[in-house]
């Protein structure tokens, strides 16, 4: 088998796994089974690609550098279970079937493939995508509960959590932040319905992200000073305190709460 050494392209911000071992139990960990069709993202040096076409039905590779998609073409010509696509991930057509994504992902790309990967149709049932921590944490939402725009934006319709962490060492070459492993898994049955969806979008954009502003002044263009005090009590939040102090569930339930009223 050959194990030649394609060159790093640094304008992809490629960052290699190291070990066949950290690969296979990082698969191991990955929502994939062996019915699963599963587009990998970034294939690289396919350390990934030859431990995902051990566990699920069939691996589509999609690699953005020419260099590389031709080295993976040449490592797996004999596995009919492997499917070498040299594309750039955000031009390639998706499956029309059911289908899961996985990747150690271009970390200066993240944002755009995430953005297409949940607006797809039809979306993945699962996501498993090694990111920067930073990034990751805007998906999930921060530490200690707090939520961003970008996760309340997402979980109404994905289920998010930082799955795994490595070391910077576990990649070649070490990057100079930390990486996870982001998981989104589509929820089977979302928390708003489509019909719903750009309203919801309207509302977290219109109302969160005030930097410095109390919650009673993001949620004054929405609701009455006596609902909000009345929500404020039924939610358990402090109406003077900050907007990026209430969860999901509270944002969700003052969406809610706002379309009974206007119904």
Sequence with gaps: MSRQRTPRRADLSQHFLRSRSLAASLIAQAPVTRSDLVV?????????????????????????DGALAEALRAR?????????????FLRFRLPDVPYKVLG??????????????????PPPRDAWLVVQREAAERF???????????SLLLKPWWQIEIARRFRRTDF??????????????????????????????RFIRSCFGRDGRSIRRCLRSEFTRTQ???LGRDLRFDPSGPSRDLTFDQWLALFRFRKLTRS
Excluded: M
């Excluded at 150690?104 to 149709?121: E, K």
């Excluded at 989104?184 to 019909?195: E, F, G, Q, W």
């Design 40 to 64: 990998e993202v970034g294939s690289g040096r396919g350390i990934l690609t030859r431990e995902l076409a051990r566990r699920c039905r069939a691996v589509v590779a999609v690699e953005f």
């Design 140 to 150: 999930a939402g921060r530490p200690c509960a707090r939520e961003t725009q970008s």
């Design 104 to 121: 150690n992902i271009p970390f200066n790309r993240t944002a755009a493939i995430v953005r297409r990967l949940v607006r797809a149709d």
């Design 172 to 201: 070649d070459p070490p990057p100079s932040v930390d990486a996870v492993a982001l998981w989104l898994a589509r929820r089977t049955r979302p928390l708003v319905d489509r019909s719903q969806a750009a309203d919801y979008r």
């Design 76 to 88: 797996f010509r004999t596995d009919s279970r492997i499917t070498i696509v040299g594309s750039d």
């Design 228 to 230: 909000i005090s009345r």
